[in-house]
């Protein structure tokens, strides 16, 4: 997978406990992205990071902030986890941002559960 | 403002007859247009992708796609499906000259029948 892994592979958590997903990439890549992948919505973002403490809202940020304290890692946190956002969590990365047909690179995933 | 609508959710096909799975867009500037897969429990891969060059695109594993303007379509296609063609795909639709922004359809799963 391009050089991306993704931490944990899978958890579950209680309603309103704090969760960190973790994404790290050996690629020296400068963007990166978490999505979340729920049926029937295919792949929605939640935030990017464009470059080293550079990040900006996807369109489902609410209830998730994002840091990026390294190029190589890009942490994705619940603050306060909602049964809503039990869903896949996928990290992606790109050499250059959405336009002009650039590739994004895919880890494997992150299944959260939140009971 | 950009959109893209997979107009299957599931298609079904025999193994060894050609597979056909539709995507329409929606752009203001011009596009970059993907076709992405998804195998079970994995992340995605890149099939292929459409950047204003050719129209008709090849990908990986005999896929290929056209890029039609006149019918804001990019409809993936293959000859021949094979038993490990059944996954998830996606086709995607990202701007080159407007907002930098990506947005994925809602998926088509593919089922190949023995």
């Known amino acids: 997978d391009a050089g991306i892994t993704q931490s944990p592979r899978h958890k579950v958590t209680e309603t309103g406990t704090p969760v960190t997903l973790r994404c790290h990439q050996t690629?020296?890549?400068?963007?990166m992205y978490w999505y979340r992948q729920d049926p029937g919505h295919g792949l929605r973002l939640i935030h990017y990071?464009?470059?080293?403490?550079?990040?900006d809202k996807g369109e489902v940020s609410d209830g998730y902030s994002v840091s990026r304290s390294k190029t190589e890692d890009f942490l994705l946190t619940l603050e306060s986890a909602t049964s809503s956002q039990t869903s896949v969590y996928f990290c992606?990365?790109?050499?250059?941002?959405f336009g002009g047909g650039n590739e994004q690179f895919f880890g494997p995933g992150t299944r959260l559960t939140v009971l | 403002a950009q959109s893209v609508t997979q107009l299957d959710s599931h298609v079904s096909v025999s193994e060894g007859t050609p597979v056909l799975l539709r995507c329409n867009y929606s752009?203001?500037?011009?596009?970059?247009l993907f076709w992405y897969v998804q195998h079970p429990n994995k992340g995605l891969q890149l099939l292929l992708k459409?950047?204003?060059?050719?129209?008709l695109v090849k990908g990986i594993n005999g896929f290929e796609a056209e890029f039609k303007k006149s019918e804001t379509s990019f409809h993936l296609t293959k000859p021949s499906a094979h038993m490990s063609d059944a996954a998830e795909y996606f086709c995607?639709?990202?701007?080159?000259?407007?907002?930098?922004?990506?947005?994925f359809g809602k998926g088509t799963r593919l089922h190949i029948l023995p």
């Open positions: 690629e020296n890549h400068r963007y």
């Open positions: 992606a990365i790109s050499d250059s941002p």
């Open positions: 752009s203001s500037y011009s596009p970059s």
């Open positions: 990071s464009y470059g080293v403490k550079d990040t």
């Open positions: 459409y950047t204003s060059a050719a129209t």
């Open positions: 995607v639709v990202s701007d080159s000259g407007g907002d930098d922004k990506i947005i």
